[in-house]
Protein backbone atom coordinates (compact mmCIF):
# COMPACT_ATOMS: atom_id res chain seq x y z
CA UNK A 1 0.00 0.00 0.00
CA UNK A 2 1.23 3.44 -0.38
CA UNK A 3 1.33 5.94 2.30
CA UNK A 4 -0.34 8.61 3.15
CA UNK A 5 -1.37 11.19 5.88
CA UNK A 6 -3.96 13.70 7.30
CA UNK A 7 -3.57 17.03 8.33
CA UNK A 8 -6.33 18.95 9.41
CA UNK A 9 -5.65 22.84 10.43
CA UNK A 10 -8.36 25.01 11.84
CA UNK A 11 -11.40 23.78 10.30
CA UNK A 12 -14.56 25.36 10.29
CA UNK A 13 -17.81 24.24 9.21
CA UNK A 14 -21.07 26.92 9.63
CA UNK A 15 -24.50 25.31 7.67
CA UNK A 16 -26.87 27.90 6.32
CA UNK A 17 -29.82 26.89 6.20
CA UNK A 18 -31.13 29.79 3.20
CA UNK A 19 -34.48 27.84 3.68
CA UNK A 20 -34.80 28.73 7.44
CA UNK A 21 -34.47 31.96 7.18
CA UNK A 22 -30.91 31.84 6.81
CA UNK A 23 -30.20 30.33 9.56
CA UNK A 24 -26.82 29.48 10.67
CA UNK A 25 -25.85 26.30 12.33
CA UNK A 26 -22.06 26.47 13.20
CA UNK A 27 -20.53 22.68 14.30
CA UNK A 28 -17.00 22.66 14.01
CA UNK A 29 -14.64 25.92 15.16
CA UNK A 30 -11.02 25.54 14.65
CA UNK A 31 -10.69 21.73 14.36
CA UNK A 32 -6.89 20.61 14.04
CA UNK A 33 -5.78 17.04 14.12
CA UNK A 34 -3.24 14.99 12.35
CA UNK A 35 -3.29 11.03 11.23
CA UNK A 36 -0.20 10.01 10.51
CA UNK A 37 0.26 6.06 8.65
CA UNK A 38 -0.75 3.09 10.61
CA UNK A 39 -2.16 5.07 13.33
CA UNK A 40 -5.87 4.62 14.14
CA UNK A 41 -7.29 7.92 15.58
CA UNK A 42 -10.68 7.96 16.67
CA UNK A 43 -13.47 11.15 17.24
CA UNK A 44 -15.00 10.71 20.22
CA UNK A 45 -18.30 12.84 21.63
CA UNK A 46 -21.85 12.91 21.77
CA UNK A 47 -24.80 12.35 19.01
CA UNK A 48 -24.66 15.48 17.56
CA UNK A 49 -21.20 16.98 17.92
CA UNK A 50 -20.06 16.64 14.52
CA UNK A 51 -18.16 13.79 13.91
CA UNK A 52 -19.68 12.73 11.28
CA UNK A 53 -19.24 16.47 9.52
CA UNK A 54 -15.70 16.65 10.22
CA UNK A 55 -15.46 12.99 8.34
CA UNK A 56 -17.50 14.42 5.19
CA UNK A 57 -15.47 17.10 5.08
CA UNK A 58 -12.03 15.05 4.50
CA UNK A 59 -13.62 13.10 1.80
CA UNK A 60 -15.09 16.28 0.05
CA UNK A 61 -18.73 15.49 0.50
CA UNK A 62 -19.09 18.67 2.75
CA UNK A 63 -17.08 21.82 1.97
CA UNK A 64 -15.20 23.18 4.72
CA UNK A 65 -16.16 26.89 5.92
CA UNK A 66 -12.40 27.71 6.99
CA UNK A 67 -9.54 25.78 7.20
CA UNK A 68 -7.35 23.55 5.86
CA UNK A 69 -7.57 19.59 4.92
CA UNK A 70 -4.17 18.78 3.58
CA UNK A 71 -3.59 14.99 1.81
CA UNK A 72 0.14 13.72 1.83
CA UNK A 73 0.49 10.95 -0.93
CA UNK A 74 3.94 10.01 -2.23
CA UNK A 75 3.10 12.08 -5.51
CA UNK A 76 1.76 15.71 -3.89
CA UNK A 77 -0.40 17.42 -0.84
CA UNK A 78 -3.41 18.58 -1.57
CA UNK A 79 -5.60 20.32 0.26
CA UNK A 80 -8.86 19.11 0.06
CA UNK A 81 -11.21 22.25 0.65
CA UNK A 82 -9.48 23.82 -2.29
CA UNK A 83 -8.95 21.14 -4.50
CA UNK A 84 -10.72 21.23 -7.86
CA UNK A 85 -13.08 18.63 -8.49
CA UNK A 86 -11.05 16.14 -10.65
CA UNK A 87 -8.55 16.18 -8.33
CA UNK A 88 -10.38 15.15 -5.20
CA UNK A 89 -12.18 11.86 -7.70
CA UNK A 90 -8.39 10.69 -8.37
CA UNK A 91 -7.82 10.95 -4.56
CA UNK A 92 -11.12 9.17 -4.38
CA UNK A 93 -10.37 6.84 -6.74
CA UNK A 94 -6.58 5.99 -4.99
CA UNK A 95 -6.34 7.49 -1.78
CA UNK A 96 -9.45 8.29 0.62
CA UNK A 97 -12.07 5.27 1.09
CA UNK A 98 -15.12 6.49 3.30
CA UNK A 99 -17.04 3.59 5.02
CA UNK A 100 -20.10 4.13 6.46
CA UNK A 101 -22.73 1.19 8.25
CA UNK A 102 -24.99 2.36 4.99
CA UNK A 103 -24.52 0.18 1.14
CA UNK A 104 -25.95 2.07 -1.23
CA UNK A 105 -27.06 -0.06 -3.24
CA UNK A 106 -27.09 -0.45 -6.96
CA UNK A 107 -29.63 -2.14 -8.87
CA UNK A 108 -28.79 -5.60 -10.35
CA UNK A 109 -25.57 -5.88 -9.54
CA UNK A 110 -24.95 -8.80 -7.17
CA UNK A 111 -23.31 -8.65 -3.76
CA UNK A 112 -20.09 -10.34 -5.27
CA UNK A 113 -19.95 -8.16 -8.23
CA UNK A 114 -20.44 -4.80 -5.79
CA UNK A 115 -17.48 -5.79 -4.26
CA UNK A 116 -15.46 -6.90 -7.32
CA UNK A 117 -16.21 -4.01 -8.60
CA UNK A 118 -14.32 -2.45 -6.29
CA UNK A 119 -11.01 -3.90 -6.89
CA UNK A 120 -11.68 -3.26 -10.86
CA UNK A 121 -11.93 0.49 -9.82
CA UNK A 122 -13.47 2.92 -12.06
CA UNK A 123 -11.68 1.77 -15.68
CA UNK A 124 -12.24 -0.36 -18.21
CA UNK A 125 -11.34 -4.03 -17.44
CA UNK A 126 -11.50 -7.52 -19.32
CA UNK A 127 -12.78 -10.65 -18.52
CA UNK A 128 -9.45 -12.10 -16.78
CA UNK A 129 -9.03 -9.42 -14.51
CA UNK A 130 -13.13 -9.43 -13.63
CA UNK A 131 -12.41 -13.08 -12.30
CA UNK A 132 -9.27 -12.23 -10.56
CA UNK A 133 -11.50 -9.53 -8.75
CA UNK A 134 -14.38 -11.63 -7.92
CA UNK A 135 -11.83 -14.38 -6.79
CA UNK A 136 -10.73 -11.73 -4.29
CA UNK A 137 -14.09 -10.92 -3.67
CA UNK A 138 -15.20 -14.28 -2.57
CA UNK A 139 -12.06 -14.31 0.14
CA UNK A 140 -13.62 -11.23 1.70
CA UNK A 141 -17.33 -12.38 1.92
CA UNK A 142 -16.24 -15.76 2.82
CA UNK A 143 -14.52 -13.81 5.74
CA UNK A 144 -17.46 -11.67 6.54
CA UNK A 145 -20.17 -14.78 7.00
CA UNK A 146 -22.33 -13.74 3.66
CA UNK A 147 -23.89 -17.00 3.11
CA UNK A 148 -22.75 -18.12 -0.92
CA UNK A 149 -26.21 -18.11 -1.82
CA UNK A 150 -25.75 -14.19 -1.50
CA UNK A 151 -23.46 -14.00 -3.67
CA UNK A 152 -25.13 -13.56 -6.91
CA UNK A 153 -27.67 -12.10 -5.34
CA UNK A 154 -28.38 -8.02 -5.76
CA UNK A 155 -28.06 -6.92 -1.82
CA UNK A 156 -30.81 -4.88 -2.08
CA UNK A 157 -33.18 -7.52 -0.43
CA UNK A 158 -30.59 -7.80 2.12
CA UNK A 159 -31.17 -7.28 5.87
CA UNK A 160 -29.39 -4.37 7.49
CA UNK A 161 -26.34 -6.43 8.72
CA UNK A 162 -25.52 -8.11 5.80
CA UNK A 163 -25.83 -5.59 3.51
CA UNK A 164 -23.52 -3.68 6.05
CA UNK A 165 -21.12 -6.70 5.71
CA UNK A 166 -21.08 -6.10 1.94
CA UNK A 167 -19.96 -2.73 2.51
CA UNK A 168 -17.20 -3.34 4.71
CA UNK A 169 -16.44 -5.90 1.78
CA UNK A 170 -16.07 -3.82 -0.77
CA UNK A 171 -14.17 -1.10 1.34
CA UNK A 172 -11.39 -3.61 2.83
CA UNK A 173 -10.88 -5.81 -0.50
CA UNK A 174 -8.85 -3.21 -1.34
CA UNK A 175 -7.96 -0.87 1.77
CA UNK A 176 -6.80 2.56 0.12
CA UNK A 177 -4.09 4.48 2.31
CA UNK A 178 -6.34 6.70 4.20
CA UNK A 179 -9.63 5.24 5.60
CA UNK A 180 -12.06 7.11 7.01
CA UNK A 181 -14.23 4.93 9.06
CA UNK A 182 -17.95 6.22 10.34
CA UNK A 183 -19.04 3.92 12.82
CA UNK A 184 -18.87 0.53 10.52
CA UNK A 185 -19.77 -1.86 13.21
CA UNK A 186 -22.72 -0.33 13.97
CA UNK A 187 -25.01 -3.25 14.74
CA UNK A 188 -22.70 -5.87 14.12
CA UNK A 189 -23.41 -9.44 15.90
CA UNK A 190 -20.14 -9.99 17.89
CA UNK A 191 -18.49 -12.19 15.65
CA UNK A 192 -18.65 -9.87 12.86
CA UNK A 193 -17.65 -7.11 15.00
CA UNK A 194 -14.42 -9.26 15.86
CA UNK A 195 -13.74 -9.56 11.94
CA UNK A 196 -14.00 -6.30 11.27
CA UNK A 197 -11.80 -4.99 14.38
CA UNK A 198 -9.22 -7.63 12.87
CA UNK A 199 -9.50 -6.33 9.33
CA UNK A 200 -9.02 -2.51 10.88
CA UNK A 201 -6.29 -3.64 12.33
CA UNK A 202 -4.51 -5.52 9.56
CA UNK A 203 -4.99 -2.52 7.12
CA UNK A 204 -3.39 -0.35 10.00
CA UNK A 205 -0.60 -2.74 10.23
CA UNK A 206 -0.72 -2.31 6.35
CA UNK A 207 -0.05 1.44 6.94
CA UNK A 208 -3.64 3.17 6.28
CA UNK A 209 -3.51 6.08 8.40
CA UNK A 210 -7.32 5.63 9.43
CA UNK A 211 -9.97 8.37 10.94
CA UNK A 212 -13.09 6.50 12.67
CA UNK A 213 -16.01 6.54 14.63
CA UNK A 214 -16.67 4.11 16.83
CA UNK A 215 -19.50 4.37 19.48
CA UNK A 216 -18.73 0.80 21.34
CA UNK A 217 -15.77 1.39 23.84
CA UNK A 218 -14.26 -2.05 23.25
CA UNK A 219 -14.12 -1.46 19.46
CA UNK A 220 -12.76 1.76 20.07
CA UNK A 221 -10.38 0.38 22.37
CA UNK A 222 -9.37 -2.38 20.28
CA UNK A 223 -8.58 -0.41 17.30
CA UNK A 224 -7.62 3.40 18.29
CA UNK A 225 -4.16 4.26 18.31
CA UNK A 226 -5.61 7.80 19.59
CA UNK A 227 -8.80 9.34 20.95
CA UNK A 228 -9.76 12.90 19.97
CA UNK A 229 -12.46 14.67 21.92
CA UNK A 230 -14.87 16.82 19.95
CA UNK A 231 -15.02 19.14 22.78
CA UNK A 232 -11.81 20.41 21.84
CA UNK A 233 -13.53 21.96 18.28
CA UNK A 234 -16.30 23.30 19.22
CA UNK B 1 0.84 0.60 -25.24
CA UNK B 2 -2.67 0.77 -23.37
CA UNK B 3 -5.58 2.98 -25.35
CA UNK B 4 -6.04 4.54 -22.11
CA UNK B 5 -3.09 6.92 -22.17
CA UNK B 6 -3.07 7.82 -25.22
CA UNK B 7 -3.16 11.71 -25.00
CA UNK B 8 -6.70 12.20 -26.03
CA UNK B 9 -8.25 10.37 -23.74
CA UNK B 10 -6.13 11.39 -20.64
CA UNK B 11 -7.89 11.91 -17.50
CA UNK B 12 -6.25 15.67 -16.79
CA UNK B 13 -7.63 17.09 -20.28
CA UNK B 14 -11.09 17.56 -20.82
CA UNK B 15 -12.98 16.55 -23.57
CA UNK B 16 -15.46 19.68 -23.78
CA UNK B 17 -15.12 22.89 -22.68
CA UNK B 18 -18.04 25.57 -22.80
CA UNK B 19 -17.69 28.64 -22.27
CA UNK B 20 -19.71 31.97 -22.18
CA UNK B 21 -22.70 29.89 -23.99
CA UNK B 22 -25.52 32.34 -24.27
CA UNK B 23 -28.88 31.15 -25.96
CA UNK B 24 -31.77 33.87 -26.28
CA UNK B 25 -35.14 32.68 -28.13
CA UNK B 26 -36.70 36.69 -29.18
CA UNK B 27 -36.49 38.61 -25.48
CA UNK B 28 -36.45 35.38 -23.48
CA UNK B 29 -33.11 34.04 -22.53
CA UNK B 30 -33.17 30.20 -21.91
CA UNK B 31 -29.18 29.85 -21.27
CA UNK B 32 -27.05 32.44 -19.97
CA UNK B 33 -23.29 32.46 -19.59
CA UNK B 34 -22.82 29.01 -19.11
CA UNK B 35 -19.70 27.44 -18.53
CA UNK B 36 -18.63 24.26 -17.30
CA UNK B 37 -15.92 21.56 -18.70
CA UNK B 38 -16.36 17.65 -18.86
CA UNK B 39 -13.71 15.08 -18.64
CA UNK B 40 -12.54 11.78 -19.96
CA UNK B 41 -14.94 8.81 -18.48
CA UNK B 42 -16.23 11.44 -15.97
CA UNK B 43 -21.00 11.72 -16.06
CA UNK B 44 -21.64 15.01 -15.79
CA UNK B 45 -25.72 15.52 -14.83
CA UNK B 46 -27.73 18.60 -15.49
CA UNK B 47 -30.60 19.30 -13.22
CA UNK B 48 -33.28 22.30 -12.42
CA UNK B 49 -37.42 22.31 -12.61
CA UNK B 50 -38.44 22.45 -16.34
CA UNK B 51 -38.14 25.27 -18.14
CA UNK B 52 -34.73 26.25 -16.62
CA UNK B 53 -32.61 26.01 -19.62
CA UNK B 54 -31.13 22.37 -19.42
CA UNK B 55 -32.79 20.73 -22.56
CA UNK B 56 -31.34 24.22 -24.59
CA UNK B 57 -27.73 23.65 -23.24
CA UNK B 58 -27.38 20.19 -24.11
CA UNK B 59 -28.63 21.03 -28.01
CA UNK B 60 -26.53 23.93 -27.81
CA UNK B 61 -23.10 21.98 -26.37
CA UNK B 62 -24.16 19.04 -29.01
CA UNK B 63 -24.41 21.49 -31.98
CA UNK B 64 -27.97 20.90 -32.62
CA UNK B 65 -28.39 24.13 -31.98
CA UNK B 66 -26.46 27.46 -32.07
CA UNK B 67 -26.19 29.73 -29.51
CA UNK B 68 -26.23 33.23 -29.79
CA UNK B 69 -22.86 33.79 -27.89
CA UNK B 70 -19.82 32.02 -26.42
CA UNK B 71 -17.97 29.23 -27.20
CA UNK B 72 -17.96 25.00 -27.52
CA UNK B 73 -14.40 23.17 -27.58
CA UNK B 74 -14.27 19.22 -28.26
CA UNK B 75 -11.44 17.97 -28.11
CA UNK B 76 -10.52 15.78 -31.38
CA UNK B 77 -8.98 12.88 -31.98
CA UNK B 78 -6.34 14.32 -34.46
CA UNK B 79 -6.54 18.20 -34.05
CA UNK B 80 -6.55 18.83 -30.23
CA UNK B 81 -9.47 21.18 -28.58
CA UNK B 82 -11.60 22.27 -32.12
CA UNK B 83 -14.47 25.25 -31.69
CA UNK B 84 -17.75 23.05 -32.62
CA UNK B 85 -19.23 26.14 -34.52
CA UNK B 86 -15.72 26.84 -36.40
CA UNK B 87 -15.96 23.31 -37.55
CA UNK B 88 -17.06 23.03 -41.29
CA UNK B 89 -20.44 21.50 -41.47
CA UNK B 90 -19.16 18.41 -43.10
CA UNK B 91 -16.85 18.39 -40.36
CA UNK B 92 -19.01 18.59 -37.16
CA UNK B 93 -21.78 16.29 -38.94
CA UNK B 94 -18.62 13.21 -39.29
CA UNK B 95 -17.74 13.65 -35.45
CA UNK B 96 -21.79 13.75 -34.59
CA UNK B 97 -21.96 10.51 -36.36
CA UNK B 98 -18.43 8.88 -34.82
CA UNK B 99 -17.01 10.57 -31.86
CA UNK B 100 -21.08 11.90 -30.33
CA UNK B 101 -24.14 10.04 -29.37
CA UNK B 102 -27.29 10.94 -28.23
CA UNK B 103 -30.08 9.63 -26.18
CA UNK B 104 -33.65 11.16 -27.31
CA UNK B 105 -35.89 11.33 -24.17
CA UNK B 106 -38.50 9.70 -26.73
CA UNK B 107 -37.09 6.41 -28.69
CA UNK B 108 -38.87 7.48 -31.63
CA UNK B 109 -36.50 10.44 -31.82
CA UNK B 110 -33.57 8.71 -31.81
CA UNK B 111 -34.51 5.61 -33.76
CA UNK B 112 -35.90 5.08 -37.53
CA UNK B 113 -38.65 3.27 -36.70
CA UNK B 114 -39.61 1.75 -40.37
CA UNK B 115 -35.77 -0.08 -40.36
CA UNK B 116 -35.34 -2.98 -38.58
CA UNK B 117 -33.28 -3.23 -35.13
CA UNK B 118 -30.18 -4.28 -36.98
CA UNK B 119 -30.39 -1.97 -39.61
CA UNK B 120 -31.00 0.84 -36.91
CA UNK B 121 -27.69 -0.45 -34.87
CA UNK B 122 -26.14 -0.66 -37.99
CA UNK B 123 -26.91 3.29 -40.02
CA UNK B 124 -23.72 4.37 -38.00
CA UNK B 125 -21.48 2.45 -39.37
CA UNK B 126 -22.73 2.02 -42.45
CA UNK B 127 -22.55 6.25 -42.26
CA UNK B 128 -18.62 5.59 -42.08
CA UNK B 129 -17.70 3.19 -45.38
CA UNK B 130 -18.56 -0.37 -44.00
CA UNK B 131 -20.09 -2.00 -46.41
CA UNK B 132 -19.87 -5.62 -45.24
CA UNK B 133 -23.23 -7.27 -44.52
CA UNK B 134 -22.11 -10.52 -42.27
CA UNK B 135 -19.81 -7.86 -40.05
CA UNK B 136 -22.29 -5.21 -40.14
CA UNK B 137 -24.49 -7.98 -38.73
CA UNK B 138 -22.26 -9.64 -36.36
CA UNK B 139 -21.67 -5.74 -34.72
CA UNK B 140 -25.88 -5.25 -34.42
CA UNK B 141 -26.24 -9.29 -33.09
CA UNK B 142 -22.89 -8.12 -30.35
CA UNK B 143 -24.98 -4.74 -29.59
CA UNK B 144 -28.01 -5.82 -29.28
CA UNK B 145 -26.88 -8.74 -26.73
CA UNK B 146 -24.83 -5.98 -24.78
CA UNK B 147 -28.10 -3.91 -24.26
CA UNK B 148 -29.99 -7.08 -23.45
CA UNK B 149 -31.97 -7.06 -26.19
CA UNK B 150 -33.13 -10.80 -28.12
CA UNK B 151 -30.93 -11.22 -30.90
CA UNK B 152 -33.31 -13.21 -32.52
CA UNK B 153 -35.36 -9.73 -32.66
CA UNK B 154 -32.96 -8.02 -35.10
CA UNK B 155 -35.21 -8.58 -37.92
CA UNK B 156 -37.81 -6.93 -36.09
CA UNK B 157 -39.37 -3.37 -36.45
CA UNK B 158 -38.60 -0.84 -33.29
CA UNK B 159 -42.02 -0.55 -33.45
CA UNK B 160 -42.54 -3.87 -32.07
CA UNK B 161 -40.69 -3.26 -29.03
CA UNK B 162 -41.96 -2.11 -25.73
CA UNK B 163 -40.71 0.95 -24.30
CA UNK B 164 -37.57 -0.11 -22.18
CA UNK B 165 -36.35 -2.32 -25.27
CA UNK B 166 -36.65 1.08 -27.60
CA UNK B 167 -34.67 2.85 -25.55
CA UNK B 168 -31.56 0.40 -25.34
CA UNK B 169 -31.77 -0.01 -28.96
CA UNK B 170 -31.17 3.63 -28.91
CA UNK B 171 -28.35 3.29 -27.07
CA UNK B 172 -27.11 0.22 -28.80
CA UNK B 173 -27.67 2.26 -32.16
CA UNK B 174 -25.50 5.43 -30.44
CA UNK B 175 -22.74 3.30 -28.86
CA UNK B 176 -21.88 0.92 -31.89
CA UNK B 177 -18.93 3.54 -33.20
CA UNK B 178 -17.21 3.86 -29.49
CA UNK B 179 -18.07 7.32 -29.11
CA UNK B 180 -16.37 9.36 -26.65
CA UNK B 181 -19.26 11.92 -25.40
CA UNK B 182 -22.60 10.73 -25.23
CA UNK B 183 -25.38 12.92 -24.60
CA UNK B 184 -28.67 12.13 -22.72
CA UNK B 185 -31.96 14.27 -22.42
CA UNK B 186 -34.46 12.13 -19.93
CA UNK B 187 -33.33 8.73 -21.00
CA UNK B 188 -35.33 7.33 -18.00
CA UNK B 189 -38.56 9.30 -17.73
CA UNK B 190 -41.22 7.73 -18.93
CA UNK B 191 -40.31 4.24 -18.45
CA UNK B 192 -41.44 2.30 -15.41
CA UNK B 193 -39.11 2.10 -12.31
CA UNK B 194 -38.61 -1.67 -12.30
CA UNK B 195 -37.46 -0.44 -16.42
CA UNK B 196 -35.57 2.36 -15.41
CA UNK B 197 -33.46 0.37 -13.11
CA UNK B 198 -32.75 -1.59 -15.71
CA UNK B 199 -31.67 0.87 -17.95
CA UNK B 200 -30.14 2.86 -15.18
CA UNK B 201 -27.34 0.00 -14.31
CA UNK B 202 -26.83 -0.88 -18.04
CA UNK B 203 -26.21 2.65 -18.92
CA UNK B 204 -23.63 3.01 -15.78
CA UNK B 205 -21.71 -0.47 -16.75
CA UNK B 206 -21.59 0.81 -20.07
CA UNK B 207 -19.86 4.64 -19.20
CA UNK B 208 -17.30 2.66 -17.10
CA UNK B 209 -16.80 -0.07 -19.07
CA UNK B 210 -15.86 2.00 -22.47
CA UNK B 211 -14.55 5.12 -20.38
CA UNK B 212 -17.40 6.91 -21.51
CA UNK B 213 -18.14 10.64 -21.11
CA UNK B 214 -21.89 11.44 -20.51
CA UNK B 215 -23.62 14.60 -20.20
CA UNK B 216 -27.01 13.87 -18.82
CA UNK B 217 -30.43 15.94 -18.38
CA UNK B 218 -32.61 14.88 -16.23
CA UNK B 219 -35.01 16.17 -13.55
CA UNK B 220 -34.67 12.92 -11.05
CA UNK B 221 -32.20 13.64 -8.37
CA UNK B 222 -31.88 9.35 -7.75
CA UNK B 223 -30.80 8.99 -11.68
CA UNK B 224 -28.06 11.65 -10.91
CA UNK B 225 -27.11 10.41 -7.66
CA UNK B 226 -25.98 6.56 -9.08
CA UNK B 227 -24.91 7.62 -12.45
CA UNK B 228 -23.22 11.02 -12.22
CA UNK B 229 -19.68 12.54 -11.11
CA UNK B 230 -20.53 15.94 -10.95
CA UNK B 231 -23.20 18.22 -10.94
CA UNK B 232 -24.84 21.24 -12.48
CA UNK B 233 -27.76 23.23 -10.99
CA UNK B 234 -29.71 25.43 -13.30
CA UNK B 235 -32.28 28.21 -12.36
CA UNK B 236 -34.43 30.63 -14.85
CA UNK B 237 -30.99 30.03 -17.45
CA UNK B 238 -28.10 29.91 -15.36
CA UNK B 239 -25.72 27.72 -13.86
CA UNK B 240 -26.38 28.46 -9.96
CA UNK B 241 -24.24 25.63 -8.40
CA UNK B 242 -21.59 23.06 -9.23
CA UNK B 243 -20.06 20.35 -7.39
CA UNK B 244 -19.36 16.62 -6.90
CA UNK B 245 -23.04 14.80 -6.96
CA UNK B 246 -22.77 14.05 -2.99
CA UNK B 247 -21.31 17.47 -2.46
CA UNK B 248 -24.16 19.27 -3.98
CA UNK B 249 -26.88 16.93 -2.94
CA UNK B 250 -25.64 16.15 0.62
CA UNK B 251 -24.28 20.01 1.38
CA UNK B 252 -26.45 22.56 -1.23
CA UNK B 253 -25.03 25.58 -0.95
CA UNK B 254 -27.15 27.91 -3.00
CA UNK B 255 -31.07 28.69 -1.71
CA UNK B 256 -32.56 27.22 -5.08
CA UNK B 257 -30.45 24.04 -4.76
CA UNK B 258 -31.31 23.42 -1.06
CA UNK B 259 -35.20 23.95 -1.70
CA UNK B 260 -34.23 21.04 -4.46
CA UNK B 261 -32.76 18.51 -2.51
CA UNK B 262 -34.94 19.18 0.46
CA UNK B 263 -38.28 18.80 -1.77
CA UNK B 264 -37.27 14.77 -2.56
CA UNK B 265 -36.96 12.24 -0.19
CA UNK B 266 -33.42 10.65 0.53
CA UNK B 267 -32.14 11.41 -3.17
N1 LIG C 1 -25.96 18.41 5.51
C1 LIG C 1 -26.28 19.03 6.65
N2 LIG C 1 -27.05 20.14 6.61
C2 LIG C 1 -27.38 20.77 7.75
N3 LIG C 1 -27.01 20.39 8.98
C3 LIG C 1 -26.24 19.29 9.09
C4 LIG C 1 -25.85 18.55 7.94
N4 LIG C 1 -25.10 17.48 8.35
C5 LIG C 1 -25.02 17.58 9.69
N5 LIG C 1 -25.70 18.66 10.15
C6 LIG C 1 -25.81 19.08 11.56
O1 LIG C 1 -24.52 19.12 12.14
C7 LIG C 1 -24.55 18.67 13.49
C8 LIG C 1 -23.52 17.55 13.68
O2 LIG C 1 -23.96 16.39 12.98
P1 LIG C 1 -23.06 15.10 12.80
O3 LIG C 1 -23.81 14.14 11.96
O4 LIG C 1 -21.72 15.51 12.34
O5 LIG C 1 -22.96 14.58 14.31
P2 LIG C 1 -22.28 13.27 14.90
O6 LIG C 1 -21.30 13.72 15.92
O7 LIG C 1 -21.76 12.42 13.83
O8 LIG C 1 -23.52 12.59 15.62
P3 LIG C 1 -23.92 11.02 15.80
O9 LIG C 1 -23.07 10.50 16.89
O10 LIG C 1 -25.35 11.09 16.19
O11 LIG C 1 -23.72 10.37 14.48
C9 LIG C 1 -25.98 18.25 13.77
O12 LIG C 1 -26.64 19.31 14.45
C10 LIG C 1 -26.57 18.05 12.39
O13 LIG C 1 -27.95 18.29 12.39
MG1 LIG D 1 -22.37 10.50 13.01
Known amino acids: ?234 | MNAMTNAFTHRDHPVLRVSGLTKRYGDRIAVEDAAFEVYPGEVLAVVGESGSGKSTLLNCVSAQLKPDAGRVEFLTRHEGMVEIFAMSESQRRFIARTDWGFVHQNAEDGLRMHVSAGANVGERLMALGQRHYGELRREAVDWLSRVEVDATRIDDLPASFSGGMRQRLQIARNLVTRPRLIFMDEPTSGLDVSVQARLLDLLRTLTRGLSLSAIIVTHDLAVARLLAHRMLVMKNGRIVETGLTDQVLDDPQHPYTQLLVSSVLQP
Open chain 1, 1 to 234: MNSASIQINNLSKTFVLHNQGGAELPVLDGASLTVMPGECVVLDGPSGAGKSTLLKCVYGTYRASAGEILVTTRQATVDITTARDQEVLRLRRDTIAYVSQFLRVIPRVPAIDVVAESVLGDIPHDEDSLKRARFEAQHLLLRLRIPQRLWHVPPATFSGGEQQRVNIARSFVRPLPVMLLDEPTASLDAENRTTVIAMIREARDQGAAILGIFHDEATRNAVASRVINMAEFQ
